[in-house]
T-cell receptor, first 109, second 114 residues
Framework: GIQVEQSPPDLILQEGANSTLRCNFS?????LQWFHQNPWGQLINLFY???GTKQNGRLSATTVATERYSLLYISSSQTTDSGVYFC???????????FGGGTRVLVKP | DAGITQSPRHKVTETGTPVTLRCHQT?????MYWYRQDPGHGLRLIHY???????DKGEVSDGYSVSRSKTEDFLLTLESATSSQTSVYFC?????????????FGPGTRLTVL
């Protein structure tokens, strides 16, 4: 299967700061998703982004499929952005989602 | 909300007892999945199903079995629970059309095996 690496593993932000989370894949993927796991454990879909750039409010994501990485941008962070951010991908011609280890984000007021 | 429910949401059991977790979906999606989440490991696939009575193993399937007798229900069974199976279990469905294939997750079941 594919290997998914996320960086950084931990991130502490002051409210209002911007940040970038990175996800690297060991092989080509034809499905790439970003999730936010909130402090109550719920997994929330942020983006489905196998390629290109998408934006949703203060969050945006970019995937460069040819170079096997994806970036998640958080702008003007808020305390509600705290939690763990996961990226996950499905290998080309597969149907099993493989997760990275996550980036734990803490936004301080 | 992808219409996924899991039951029970919390369970405490003793080593050696059988446990069954249920995942229910309301939208008749073909693919369903069971994952476990442990500190330091992220989410790992246990089993998945691609249709009624069609199932396959994931990366951590030892000690688990699954069944899918109806499209809407996917059951995960621990035949004889062990302390190493203490975890949070997530069910997921795949919304697929052509090359589009996005997974959505249920609320999770926290299982403690004493």
């Amino acid at each position: 299967g594919i290997q998914v690496e996320q960086s950084p593993p931990d991130l502490i932000l002051q409210e209002g700061a911007n940040s970038t989370l990175r996800c690297n894949f060991s092989d080509s993927v034809n499905n790439l998703q970003w999730f936010h796991q909130n402090p109550w454990g719920q997994l929330i879909n942020l983006f489905y982004i196998p390629s290109g750039t998408k934006q949703n409010g203060r969050l945006s994501a970019t995937t460069v499929a040819t170079e096997r990485y994806s970036l998640l941008y958080i702008s003007s962070s808020q305390t509600t952005d705290s939690g763990v951010y996961f990226c996950a991908g499905i290998k080309a011609a597969g149907n099993k989602l493989t997760f990275g280890g996550g980036t734990r984000v803490l936004v301080k007021p | 909300d992808a219409g996924i429910t899991q039951s029970p949401r919390h369970k405490v059991t003793e080593t050696g007892t059988p446990v069954t977790l249920r995942c229910h979906q309301t939208e008749n999606h073909r693919y369903m999945y069971w994952y476990r989440q442990d500190p330091g490991h992220g989410l790992r696939l246990i089993h998945y199903s691609y249709g009624v009575k069609d199932t396959d193993k994931g990366e951590v399937s030892d000690g688990y079995s699954v069944s899918r007798s109806k499209t809407e229900d996917f059951l995960l069974t621990l035949e004889s629970a062990t302390s190493s199976q203490t975890s949070v279990y997530f069910c997921a469905i795949s919304v697929a059309s052509g090359t589009y294939n996005e997974q959505f997750f249920g609320p999770g079941t926290r299982l403690t095996v004493l």
